[in-house]
């Protein structure tokens, strides 16, 4: 799990693209009644574009995700302490690395270990027994979608549902 989503996160801040690095932090983590998820967005574009100019060598991946967790914490966003202690490590390395040498480009060195896992990844996500248990399990989603839906229109119609709604403005 962890290493999937670091591998998707990376390729996302890779692309330099907020709004896929915003959905992958929201679905990790988890958004506390007081997150503003527009204002949580507004300061991940921010922090990208701090970055959108620069060359890959430029850019501090471990820094920009060390800004972007921060970012989670400010808006009350819990994140999982594995991926928080994931990212300080990086930022050590990263910071290590400059020390001994000036010109360390993170990405040109941990591109080769990603396409590694890349090409692990996808060896077999194709394969026949893969496509049918994926099938299976995207059955069993929708069927327990259903079931969920089925169960909030019956309480919805027994009115035994409450729904705090507050204006936020």
Not at 15 to 24: A, L, P, R, V
Not at 28 to 45: A, H, L, S, Y
Not at 89 to 108: I, N, S
């Amino acid at each position: 799990e962890l290493k999937a989503l670091s591998l998707e996160l990376y390729l996302a801040l890779l692309d330099k693209d907020s709004e896929k690095i915003s959905k992958i932090l929201l679905r990790t983590g988890i958004p506390t009644r007081e997150t503003n998820i527009d204002d949580f967005k507004q300061d991940v574009r921010k922090i990208v574009n701090e970055w959108y100019g620069a060359t890959l060598k430029e850019v501090r991946f471990p820094h920009m995700m060390h800004q972007l967790f921060d970012s989670c914490i400010s808006h009350k966003i819990k994140m999982p302490s594995d991926l928080i202690l994931l990212a300080k490590a990086l930022l050590t390395v990263e910071g290590t690395a400059l020390m001994l040498d000036p010109d360390f480009d993170f990405v040109k060195e941990t591109k080769p270990y990603v396409e590694n896992i890349l090409k692990k990844e996808f060896k077999g996500k194709f394969s026949r027994n893969n496509l049918l248990r994926r099938a299976k399990e995207f059955k069993d989603y929708t069927t327990e979608l259903a079931e969920g839906t089925a169960e909030l229109v019956n309480r919805l119609k027994r009115g035994t549902i409450e729904i705090d709604i507050s204006d936020t403005d």
